[in-house]
T-cell receptor, first 115, second 114 residues
């Protein structure tokens, strides 16, 4: 149990366009989902925390107008990278919490390349 | 703010031997959770083991066990009988009992030598 599906696994987009990444909890309800960014050979950097039905909480330094997060249901959160630029190229990972203290289940990640 | 430190960027071990990965953390809280996650080349994050701070007994999951020293704020991971499939990045993570987000360490890259 506790599976999180993330799509797409990789995407290439042109500079200036927007791209949406989906994160779904398949077999549990996730009241809270998290979005991370990971640069090569580095740790995960939390971008934002999204709670179902409310606005996401962004970490300091993360542009909320560039990285739009929507958590419209208990099983789906989306991250939209707007007006993408090459510096937005990275590996993005979502995770979901089933209940406090239980731990977090991670999606398989999305490799975004902006050309 | 809480911080997690993994002082070993890279570790290597011979197959079938035992290796210990270090993790220290800084917090003023008394109730919290600690985790070890594995990230293999596929980059899928996998929960290896977790520990509740209020439990004195060290958590164990098959070949994986932890040495939780609350006073020293230390949470090391021991991998016994290392297997080639254990090769991965290992991240130590912390979470306050009342908080939502995880705080990750820098990671340790583990190589298994056949």
């Amino acid at each position: 149990g506790a599976v999180v599906s993330q799509h797409p696994s990789w995407v290439i987009c042109k500079s200036g366009t927007s791209v949406k990444i989906e994160c779904r909890s398949l077999d549990f309800q996730a009241t809270t989902m998290f979005w991370y960014r990971q640069f090569p050979k580095q740790s995960l950097m939390l971008m934002a925390t999204s709670n179902e039905g409310s606005k996401a909480t962004y970490e300091q330094g993360v542009e909320k107008d560039k990285f739009l997060i929507n958590h419209a249901s208990l099983t789906l959160s989306t991250l939209t990278v707007t007006s993408a630029h090459p510096e937005d190229s990275s590996f993005y990972i979502c995770s979901a919490s089933r209940e406090r203290g239980y731990g977090y289940t991670f999606g398989s990640g999305t490799r975004l390349t902006v050309v | 703010a809480q911080t997690v430190t993994q002082s070993q960027p890279e570790m290597s071990v011979q197959e079938a031997e035992t290796v210990t990965l270090s993790c220290t953390y800084d917090t003023s809280e008394s109730d919290y959770y600690l985790f070890w996650y594995k990230q293999p080349p596929s980059r899928q994050m996998i929960l290896v083991i977790r520990q509740e701070a209020y439990k004195q007994q060290n958590a164990t999951e098959n070949r994986f066990s932890v040495n939780f020293q609350k006073a020293a704020k230390s949470f090391s991971l021991k991998i016994s009988d290392s297997q080639l499939g254990d090769a991965a990045m290992y991240f130590c993570a912390y979470r306050d009992q009342g908080a939502q987000k995880l705080v990750f360490g820098q990671g340790t890259r583990l190589t298994i030598n056949p």
